[in-house]
């Protein structure tokens, strides 16, 4: 078992959909991420959470949600989205945000399709 | 802001022999941390090795060494003894702070490294 698992791994949806993509830490961390990863880019931080409370919204569209209901577990609500919105969405966590040298371990990602 | 660039989109290597992949950041920050990560055709994003700013010595982790220069800015990793498995994209990512506390990486474009027979 991964210390941090996406689900689903593939997901197809229309642009008049609601999905939404769920990450669970194994590690007992207390800061989770969501980064984006489009074709022939760098990854792009979207949102990070640490003991549940947002810190970091990177100018990310209203059509992403992100909610974090514990320390465990981090959901991307996704709703009305574009097909440049196709991507892999990796979650990521972390033991503590402040500490620099922490080690960041990222899932399996989820690989989103617009139609 | 903090900058990380990976040259090399594309590199092939011999199974066996040892590769290099470049990487170079720019920062203002005294304090940062220098990471790279492993990521095969499935997406996962593999954490390989860290480097800290205050660090004496160069990171190793197995069969990975980070080479690091701190004045030159540069932090590349060398894998040894390549294997077909070391096939894959290789990111560098730099820890940099949040405006409002606490940390985020910021990664270059990546490295797609190739290991041939």
């Known amino acids: 078992e991964t210390g941090v698992t996406q689900t689903p791994r593939h997901l197809v949806m229309g642009m008049t959909n609601k999905k939404s993509l769920k990450c669970e830490q194994h590690?007992?961390?207390?800061?989770m991420y969501w980064y984006k990863q489009s074709a022939k880019k760098p990854l792009e931080l979207m949102f990070v959470?640490?003991?549940?409370?947002?810190?970091e919204n990177n100018s990310v569209p209203s059509r992403f949600s992100p909610e974090c209901p514990n320390s465990s577990h981090l959901f991307l609500h996704l709703h009305t989205l574009q097909p440049e919105d196709s991507a892999l969405y990796l979650c990521?966590?972390?033991?503590?945000?402040?500490?620099?040298?922490?080690?960041?371990?990222f899932g399996e990602g989820s690989w989103l399709t617009v139609v | 802001a903090q900058k990380i660039t990976q040259t090399q989109p594309g590199m092939f290597v011999q199974e066996k022999e040892a590769v290099t992949l470049d990487c170079t950041y720019d920062?203002?920050?005294?304090?940062?941390?220098l990471f790279w990560y492993k990521q095969p055709s499935s997406g996962e994003m593999i954490f390989l090795i860290y480097?800290?700013?205050?660090?004496?010595q160069n990171a190793t982790e197995g069969r990975y060494s980070l080479n690091f220069q701190k004045a030159r800015k540069s932090a590349n990793l060398v894998i040894s003894a390549s294997q077909l498995g070391d096939s894959a994209m290789y990111f560098c990512?730099?820890?940099?702070?949040?405006?409002?506390?606490?940390?985020?990486?910021?990664f270059g474009t990546g490295t797609q490294l190739k290991v041939e027979l």
């Open positions: 590690l007992g961390h207390n800061a």
């Open positions: 990512a730099m820890r940099e702070a949040i405006t409002g506390g606490g940390n985020k990486l910021t």
């Open positions: 920062t203002s920050d005294p304090s940062y941390g």
């Open positions: 959470y640490n003991f549940k409370e947002q810190t």
């Open positions: 990521a966590s972390s033991q503590d945000l402040w500490e620099s040298g922490n080690t960041i371990y």
């Open positions: 480097q800290g700013s205050y660090d004496q």
